[in-house]
């Protein structure tokens, strides 16, 4: 399996301290950032024995002198890390291999890809057809666009609240559980009997599961894929699939809405659902939990709360985790004004649609792009930059542009996401395995409730402001957040700090933060 050097981090420096200070490459998991009695992550009470993965002995970074081709610098088919997993079916494919081809190529990721296409399909025409239903029960416009809301504001609850789940238990199960709740919630839907308000309940139900169940996939496929460039192009595949269900998701369900009824197209997503948990439980090996024992006092919600406790804490996962938050915050302004300002420029009733997709367009072509054609290098070389750069084409909204401008921002500022390919790799390489589960949870949950947020804040202001200069003045705000958060990205770089540490020696700590 190739192993991901993501820069700055790659190919680490050796200071000149001894060699008992030299660091670990990269995806060794190098030392974190903040001085301490040990890493800022481990749990204190947790055995010392999943502190972090077996390392080398320290000789191993001076290896140069006998070896021409060590660890510290991996050529592309480089000997698999710590993360790969053992021989069996989930075995990454053969080093030959490059691109998305390999992954496809090992059976666990292809029931794991069909599980997320059916899963998120049925979802996306769940949602349409549940706004209608609601709509035709009640007449009200508030309660029908209430119930997308609902689809965004659970996740920060369950997210934290349940994000122990991921790590206690092994992942097959939770992920073939949370499939089949969720058919059970939705059949409850069909029952002709329920009212408007257990509609709602269960839907929040459904929206307090979907966390756990992508932070434990995305936890699951360190295992499937190991921890290098496979984990980085299989978590690219998913967000490609979630980014389509945008565009065909919405499609497929006016088409079923024209043929069945709401409940009909309802039923629809209890079958994806179930066939999710089938490809889920036969498709993929059964392996332990990532967790021994309770961090947190044995208690689920005290593992849960001790995790994100834990995982915020740390200042290198810290600045990471809000380089995936602070520029999706911005990024939805657009789209959450999308029909007023359509409105706005007197376009056609069809530009809406056009305003809506451009941004996922361009998502997904450079998603691909940056996935086939960058080395993992030069993916983690461009991280700090695009993500520094991608509100900037928001800014063209400052001049009132007519659609064909507006539409190419917005391509543009899709495409800017594509920092997130090389995050990916920086993010799993910072978290320890045993907080791996909780850490993806808790990302995607606050993923998701942060772009709720940027909503709701985007049609606040336009209350008060004219559209354009809304949108102008998200890419302004979020372009500044943004730029400080590439500087802590760059101070904590392990790199940097382990190079740091070697130049100081002995006043490392009168220069730490």
Avoid: K
């Avoid at 301290?17 to 481990?42: I, K, M, S, V, W």
């Avoid at 140069?64 to 060590?70: K, M, R, S, V």
């Avoid at 997709?357 to 361009?362: I, K, L, R, S, T």
């Amino acid at each position: 399996m190739p192993t991901d050097s993501p820069a700055p981090a790659d190919s680490p420096r050796t200071p000149s301290a001894p060699a008992a200070q030299a660091p670990a490459p990269f995806p060794e998991r190098a030392p974190l950032p903040d001085p301490g009695p040990g890493p800022t992550l481990r749990d204190p009470g947790a055995p010392a024995a999943v502190a972090r993965p077996p390392v080398p002995p320290q000789p191993q970074p001076h290896a140069p002198a006998l070896l021409p081709a060590p660890a510290p610098a991996p050529a592309p088919a480089a000997a698999p890390g710590p993360g790969t997993p053992a021989p069996g079916p989930g075995t990454p494919a053969p080093l030959t291999r490059r691109g998305y081809r390999a992954v496809f190529a090992v059976a666990e990721f292809r029931a794991v890809f069909a599980a997320h296409l059916l899963s998120l399909l049925g979802v996306v025409v769940s949602e349409l057809a549940l706004t209608v239903l609601v709509y035709d029960l009640t007449g009200s416009p508030l309660l029908s666009a209430l119930t997308f809301a609902l689809g965004l504001l659970p996740y920060i609850v369950g997210g934290t609240l349940l994000a122990g789940v991921a790590d206690r238990y092994p992942a097959r199960r939770v992920l073939v559980v949370c499939d089949l709740l969720c058919a059970v919630c939705v059949a409850v839907m069909l029952v002709p009997a329920t009212p408007v308000a257990g509609l709602l309940a269960l839907r929040c139900l459904v929206a307090a599961i979907a966390p756990v169940f992508t932070g434990t996939r995305m936890a699951a496929l360190t295992d499937i894929l190991g921890e290098g460039d496979l984990y980085v192009l299989g978590r690219s595949l998913l967000r490609i699939v979630s980014q389509s269900a945008m565009l065909i998701g919405f499609g497929a369900g006016g088409l079923l809405l024209t043929v069945l009824s709401p409940r009909g197209a309802i039923t629809v997503t209890v079958a994806t659902f179930l066939c999710s948990a089938a490809l889920l439980r036969f498709g993929t090996r059964d392996r332990p939990a990532r967790a021994t024992r309770g961090d947190g006092g044995g208690t689920l919600l005290a593992e849960s709360l001790s995790g994100a406790r834990l995982i915020l804490g740390d200042r290198r996962v810290r600045a990471l985790m809000l380089l995936f938050w602070v520029p999706p915050t911005f990024v939805v302004a657009p789209e959450a004004l999308a029909a007023p300002y359509a409105d706005a420029i007197g376009a056609p009733p069809a530009a809406l649609g056009l305003l809506l997709c451009a941004m996922a367009v361009g998502h997904i072509g450079a998603e691909l792009f940056v996935g086939s054609a960058l080395s993992p290098r030069n993916r983690s070389r461009i991280v700090l930059p695009v993500a520094a750069a991608g509100l900037l084409p928001l800014l063209v909204y400052a001049v009132r542009p007519g659609l064909p401008l507006a539409l190419a921002a917005l391509a543009l500022a899709g495409a800017g996401a594509a920092y997130v390919i090389g995050l990916d790799q920086w993010f799993v390489d910072a978290v320890p395995r045993e907080l791996r589960g909780r850490a993806m949870t808790l990302l995607t949950a606050g993923l998701m409730t942060v772009q709720g947020l940027g909503m709701a804040l985007a049609g606040l202001a336009a209350e008060f402001f004219p559209v354009h200069q809304v949108v102008a003045g998200s890419g302004i705000v979020g372009t500044v957040c943004t730029l400080l958060l590439v500087a802590e990205a760059r101070r904590t770089d392990p790199r940097r700090m382990s190079c740091t540490e070697g130049r100081d020696g002995a006043d490392r700590h009168v220069t730490s933060r």
